[in-house]
């Protein structure tokens, strides 16, 4: 019963998987496979000036985006989980940002924030926060952060449905037990509501360090890695390394090492929280 699914696995992430761990080994010449087995598209990538800011713009990626998202989430479940008409509404409405195509996402968040014409710079000159309209997506000091915050207005709303949905499901009689001994909200939250939801919790942050590792259309489309490559992340340099420039040895090589990095990553987080839940028990 399951074997299609096993066929439709190797045929379309193994297979891929094990053809870009070759292309990182092999070495291209005018576009040509010439040998195998050598490490020449790593020692190009590390000699790379561009690799190091690459990285830099990508740790502020992940990390921005997943620990923007995974706060948020929480503070907006913690609201909606409360039973009202008000809640019961908003809880359908959330997910408006989620439903939007990632091209229209981006396309629009473009164009609000253009340093011209764009409605945000607009609105914040006409409040007198600024002598004139800003340009979010023109400043290479500020345009990663500004690209952090449109991912995580894109990414919340589906995770803090998830976690409304574990925090409805802690048992009523842990809270009023909690709160006849004497604690607070606070107290409540953090020792009987946090505890309950620590495995989706755990599992909506790893979905969110993925999904921040592989998104590609959002920044490409709002600023295709400028200006001047200040908001290049591995997703696309990648793409642009593989179908701009055709060193498809460098760019697998550049996927190794993301998926090598995505992987630590994940480990490091699994194994402290696994390590805080065998405390608590």
């Not at 998987?17 to 590390?46: C, H, P, W």
């Not at 001047?228 to 760019?251: C, D, K, L, P, R």
Request: proline content about 5%; aromatic content about 12%.
């Amino acid at each position: 019963m399951i074997l299609p699914v096993v066929f439709a696995v190797v045929g379309f992430v193994l297979g891929p998987a094990y053809d870009v761990f070759r292309l990182s080994f092999t070495r291209f010449i005018m576009g040509q496979e010439v040998a195998f087995g050598t490490l020449v598209n790593f020692k190009t990538l590390l000699a790379d000036p561009m690799f190091l800011q690459v990285l830099r713009n990508t740790a502020i990626w992940i990390l921005g985006g997943t620990l923007g998202c995974v706060v948020l989430g929480l503070a907006l479940a913690t609201f909606l989980a409360i039973e009202s008409r008000v809640t019961t509404v908003l809880r359908a409405l959330i997910l408006l940002p989620w439903i939007l195509p990632d091209v229209v996402t981006a396309m629009a968040w473009k164009w609000m924030l253009h340093g011209q014409v764009g409605i945000v710079g607009q609105t914040l000159q006409a409040l007198g926060i600024t002598e004139r309209p800003m340009s979010f997506l023109g400043d290479p000091n500020f345009v990663m952060w500004v690209l952090v915050a449109v991912v995580i207005w894109r990414k919340v709303p589906l995770i803090t449905l998830v976690l409304t949905a574990a925090i409805r499901n802690v048992p009523s009689e842990l809270i009023e037990a909690s709160r006849i001994d004497g604690a607070n909200r606070w107290e409540t939250f953090r020792y009987i509501v946090m505890p309950q939801i620590a495995f989706p919790f755990t599992a909506v942050t790893v979905i969110s360090m993925i999904w921040m590792t592989a998104e590609f259309t959002l920044p490409w489309v709002m600023t295709g890695g400028g200006p001047a490559n200040s908001s290049q992340i591995m997703s696309t340099y990648i793409y642009q390394q593989s179908f701009e420039f055709f060193n498809w040895g460098v760019a697998s090589a550049m996927s190794v090492v993301n998926l090598l990095c995505l992987a630590a990553l994940v480990t490091l987080y699994l194994t402290v929280m696994r390590r805080s839940w065998s405390r608590k028990e």
